[in-house]
């Protein structure tokens, strides 16, 4: 894994220096070495930092020039299977000669081959990258599939900038930083900053499985996609139409070859290499599969928390006591989380509010004591139908549906009425939970769901239910502005899917991107260290879509073509428990050892004003959630996030208004 970044417009040494300190704000993704290329005439500069995984010597090193002279590339990422694409590359252009054995060069040598687009077509792999082509003087940035690596670009005084993170991009010569209304009411939303909005005003993202093409004195930006998710989407249903009629073993067989091909060429490393254990469905598998091929023990790392209710880590530990791996355990306090939180809005440079944001930064921390490379369960739930709302929610909807919107805001008053009695720790219901084997946090999210099933107009409006943290953002803003919701996913691609398949396709667009590889790539790199995502590879992510809807989700349980691999290598008791997430006991640690901190920033008028929040309503949510009137857990942290990031930043953020009155 590595950052990126980059100038096309600015020359001179001072667009040399900009490069520099670009480059250097990213150095935790790349702490083994840098290297810059500079074309004057054309003035153009990549940077590259480099966390060195395979092909350890210089021949690895980027900026790499492809043999030809006409393309040089700055890469971030890995290409799973590059040596295939080599053996193709050698069969095609006999003579091709290797100086290394690097992703990139091989990358390289496809494009010059192929092109671009067919060259991505062929990888199959995490990336963001820049080529830059002085043939047509154009440079071009590229994401991967499913938006696993970060890319950030925009339009700066004297041409463009690129960057693998923001807090590379602001570095840009020229760059103001303006916050984006729009992207603060999306975040108060989601909880994060979702694909189709910055922080600042003028940054984009590369949008997963496109390219993007610029030129130095061209305004307008070129997007073509060279494989979006629709498009893996589409392969895998009409491979399901091919494949009607297979019994259910022969697809579960067709479904273990890929993973092991895939977990086979993502444990390719020149450097150490575990697996995040949870002790869950997911990783469970991916650590199964790591061992079976292996001849030594893999190494396994799982976190826990002092808080029982919350506490997973004896079930990695169990899972890792049947495969036999070397497995180290670690016990996340209260104290843990108070003395990271100042840390969160430099490692997450957009406002994030995840909480598990936490645990995942001490995990990758951890392991990056003894590892390098750590592949993880990452997309399993949104690939295989994983999520409990996967599971549940088309058949709530259906019921729900029927009962007039009356009605239903009559349910979701009574609700409301009781919220107390529902959150109290001695409440009836978590025991009724329990016994039906529901996960631990089920009653808080009903009180929680109720309000926007009461509101819902169809089925995707009864999605964003459960994928909201403030159903109406205007609530707590000043101003309302406009509302942020985009059609997803087009109607025509939608319509060919079940509800529940809608469900997964909608998270893997939105959820997955803008949430999940957000927090573990900005984790993971802050340590320095790289994840892999099986998952996520396309080829796993076409075998998803051409199983049957039944072998994804039966009989309440999800993941099901899973659940039958994971039982080929572990017992199905060590498994079979209510899908819990990765959540933390946020509601008491802000009425505990977080308090004095939220309330210190709950205190902040100039925040509030830079925010564009409204104190009041803040206020009343902070006093009801420490008269436990209601658990308000998330609503607040993802407002203290967004509170403590413009804190972080606000002097930035100042000198922009600065200039701007200036002007």
């Not at 463009?160 to 923001?166: D, M, Y």
């Not at 991107?513 to 992510?541: C, H, Q, W, Y």
Request: charged share 25%.
């Amino acid at each position: 894994m590595c950052g990126i970044a980059g100038l096309l417009g600015p020359s001179g040494a001072g667009a040399f220096t900009s490069l520099k300190v670009m480059t250097d704000a990213i150095a935790h993704r790349g702490p083994d070495a840098e290297g810059h290329w500079f074309d004057g005439e054309q003035a153009i500069g990549l940077g590259h930092r480099r966390l060195s995984i395979l092909d350890l010597s210089e021949a690895g090193a980027q900026p790499m020039q492809s043999v030809c002279g006409r393309f040089v590339i700055v890469f971030n990422g890995e290409i799973y299977n590059h040596l295939r694409l080599r053996r193709v590359l050698e069969a095609a252009a006999s003579g091709t000669k290797w100086r290394g054995h690097s992703d990139t060069e091989t990358l390289l040598a496809g494009i010059r081959h192929w092109g671009l687009n067919e060259t991505l077509r062929r990888a199959k792999g995490m990336f963001a990258l820049a080529l830059w082509d002085r043939e047509t003087n154009s440079l071009s940035l590229a994401r991967d599939r499913m938006g696993e690596k970060p890319l950030y670009f925009a339009r700066i005084v004297d041409g463009w900038g690129f960057a693998s993170e923001l807090k590379a991009m602001i570095e840009a010569p020229g760059m103001v930083a303006r916050l984006s209304r729009p992207a603060i009411r999306a975040y108060l939303e989601y909880g994060y900053v979702p694909e189709d909005h910055c922080i600042y005003d003028a940054i984009e993202k590369v949008a997963p499985g496109y390219v993007v093409t610029l030129r130095r004195d061209v305004v307008d930006v070129a997007r073509s996609a060279y494989e979006s998710f629709p498009d893996l989407v589409e392969t895998g249903l009409a491979r399901r139409e091919q494949f009607e009629g297979q019994s259910e073993a022969v697809l579960l067989n067709g479904l273990n070859a890929s993973l092991e091909e895939v977990v086979e060429e993502q444990c390719l490393s020149d450097v150490p290499l575990g697996a995040f254990l949870s002790g869950g469905v997911d990783s469970s598998l991916i650590t199964s599969l790591m061992q079976a091929q292996s001849d030594t023990q893999v190494r396994s790392f799982s976190i826990g928390f002092d808080e029982a209710r919350f506490n997973e880590a004896p079930y990695a530990a169990a899972v890792a006591r049947h495969l036999g791996t070397d497995h180290t355990e670690f016990i996340l306090s209260q104290k843990d989380a108070l003395d990271l939180v100042p840390s969160l809005p430099q490692i997450y440079d957009e406002p994030f509010a995840d909480s598990s944001q936490i645990p995942t930064v001490l995990l990758c921390s951890h392991a990056r004591q003894a590892v390098t490379v750590a592949l993880s369960g990452d997309g399993g739930d949104e690939v295989f139908g994983g999520y409990n709302r996967h599971v549940t929610g088309p058949g709530l909807w259906k019921r729900a549906k029927r009962i007039p919107r009356l009605g239903r805001k009559i349910g979701a008053g009574l609700t409301s009425a009781i919220g107390p009695l529902l959150i109290s720790e001695t409440n009836p219901a978590r025991s009724v939970a329990k016994r039906l084997g529901l996960p631990i946090t089920t009653v808080d999210k009903l009180a929680r769901l109720a309000p926007g099933l009461a509101e819902a107009t169809d089925f995707e409006s009864f999605y964003r239910t459960f994928s909201t943290t403030f159903a109406h953002p205007e609530d707590v803003l000043m101003s309302n502005g406009a509302d942020t919701a985009n059609k997803l996913l087009a109607e025509a691609f939608e319509a060919r899917l079940s509800p529940a398949e809608r469900m997964m396709a909608w998270d893997s667009v939105s959820y997955l991107p803008g949430d999940i590889l957000v927090k573990v790539d900005r984790a993971a790199m802050n340590a320095s260290l790289e994840t892999r995502a099986p998952f996520l590879d396309a080829r796993i992510v076409e075998a998803a879509w051409a199983l049957p809807p039944e072998m994804k989700i039966r009989d309440g349980k999800g993941k099901v073509a899973l659940r039958c691999l994971l039982d080929r290598h572990v017992p199905h008791e060590l498994i079979d428990r209510p899908k819990q997430g990765f959540s933390i006991p946020l509601d008491q640690w802000l009425r505990a050892e977080l308090r004095a901190w939220a309330g210190q920033l709950f205190e902040r008028e100039d925040l509030f004003e830079l925010a564009g929040l409204c104190p009041v309503p803040v206020r009343r949510l902070w006093e009801m959630h420490l008269k436990s009137r209601a658990n308000n857990g998330q609503k607040l942290w993802t407002i203290l996030m967004l509170l403590d990031w413009l804190d972080r930043h606000q002097l930035r953020l100042s000198e922009t208004r600065i200039q701007e009155s200036a002007t």
